[in-house]
């Protein structure tokens, strides 16, 4: 173990992602009641830097945080809590200090979820300073794997955010080894949908009515969470079928489905919320009218904001891009959308 007592430095850019088949409901420690397929990102990505120092304080962590250059007490807290959780895991924390520093490249506001990449830069920054620190030596593999680990104990969907291309995250007979305790790459992809598309409807940057956490509470108590986990499974064996086989309509028609339950789930939860707004349906409506008129095989899916993200493959990228300009920019809010495609997964900065 290093003892040196001197600030060092590490920094990642990590991914935010979309989920095609999503995760909607947990249980113990962060499991998932359900697996998982989402699509990291390129553009919209976190940057976090962290200096530390060992050994020169025993009753740690101390954590110096600062988001988009100010002190944000509220990420903070969200920090210490977890950094409590994994404490037993952790001991080298007791001795940690840290200054902090992340940014968004995407506005704070857009409505973007961005724990997925935020919460995966702070543990990959994390887990260099410990295996610094205690001389450990891991190689790649199980090092991601036990990033994507730890990131899930932050944030669920922020397990999926250590690898690029497709990733899932929870148990499947058709993807070897996969775990719900960490997220692997889903590597049998058919060439269409590797170079796939997503561009961002931003309808609104407003805050959620519901956070997320409290979402995945409410599946507790659901009257169709037992349904919805069995048909969440059936349809992840679909989109990995699909995703060989690349079948494009099989797969806008499995998408859209899956956005559209999960927001069905949101309303018949008890008590029911709604995160769609009027624009959010028109724009979904103007996507089908498109697609059914011009063949293109674009299609929308959504988190668990009122934001839409139509995902498409390059080759039409001019066609679709035209489309948004003249159809979707004016129902978007101040005319806002993001350009993003399919990213490579996290790349360590420092
Ligand atoms: C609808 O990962 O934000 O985006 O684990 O409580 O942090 P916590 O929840 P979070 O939930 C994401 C929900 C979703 C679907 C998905 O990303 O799979």
Redesign the pocket.
């Known amino acids: 173990m290093s003892s040196s007592q001197t600030w060092k430095k590490v920094a990642w850019r990590s991914p935010s992602n979309i989920?095609l088949i999503?995760?909607?409901g947990?249980y113990g420690r962060?499991l998932p009641r359900n697996p998982?397929i989402?699509m990291t990102l390129k553009n919209c990505y976190t940057e976090t830097e962290m200096e530390y120092r060992f050994g020169n304080v025993s009753n740690g962590p101390v954590l110096d945080f600062r988001f988009q250059g100010k002190h944000d007490e509220i990420f903070a807290a969200r920090i210490m809590h977890y950094l409590d959780d994994i404490s037993n895991e952790k001991p080298f924390l007791k001795n940690l200090e840290m200054k902090v520093s992340s940014s968004n490249s995407f506005p704070h506001s857009a409505g973007v979820?961005s724990?997925?990449s935020s919460m995966s830069a702070f543990v990959l920054c994390l887990l260099v300073a410990e295996n610094e620190i205690m001389g450990i030596e891991k190689d790649e593999e199980d090092f991601l794997k036990e990033a994507s680990s730890f990131s899930r104990l932050a944030?669920?969907?922020?397990a999926r955010s250590l690898y690029g291309g497709f990733v899932i995250w929870g148990e499947s007979a058709f993807i070897p080894h996969s775990s719900s305790k960490y997220a692997l790459p889903v590597t049998e992809v058919a060439p269409v949908f590797q170079t796939y598309r997503d561009a961002v409807m931003i309808v609104s940057s407003k805050k959620k009515t519901m956070a997320?956490?409290r979402g995945?509470k409410l599946m507790e108590d659901h009257p169709f969470a037992q349904e919805r986990y069995g048909q969440a499974r059936v349809n992840l064996s679909r989109m990995i079928e699909i995703l060989r086989n690349g079948d494009q309509m099989g797969f806008a028609e499995l998408l859209e489905h899956e956005a559209l339950t999960?927001h069905s789930l949101m309303m018949s939860s008890i008590p029911g919320y709604i995160e769609i707004k009027a624009n959010t349906i028109n724009i979904i409506d103007r996507i089908r009218e498109y697609r059914e008129k011009s063949g293109v095989p674009l299609a929308f899916t959504l988190?668990?904001g009122p934001n839409v993200h139509i995902l498409y493959p390059e080759e039409d990228k001019e066609e679709v891009i035209y489309f948004i300009k003249h159809q979707l920019k004016d129902l978007c809010e101040n005319k806002k959308w993001i350009d993003d495609e399919m990213g490579t997964g996290p790349e360590r900065l420092i």
């Open positions: 989920a999503k995760y909607w947990k962060q998982s989402s979820a724990s997925a944030s669920g969907s922020a997320s956490t995945h999960l988190d668990a």
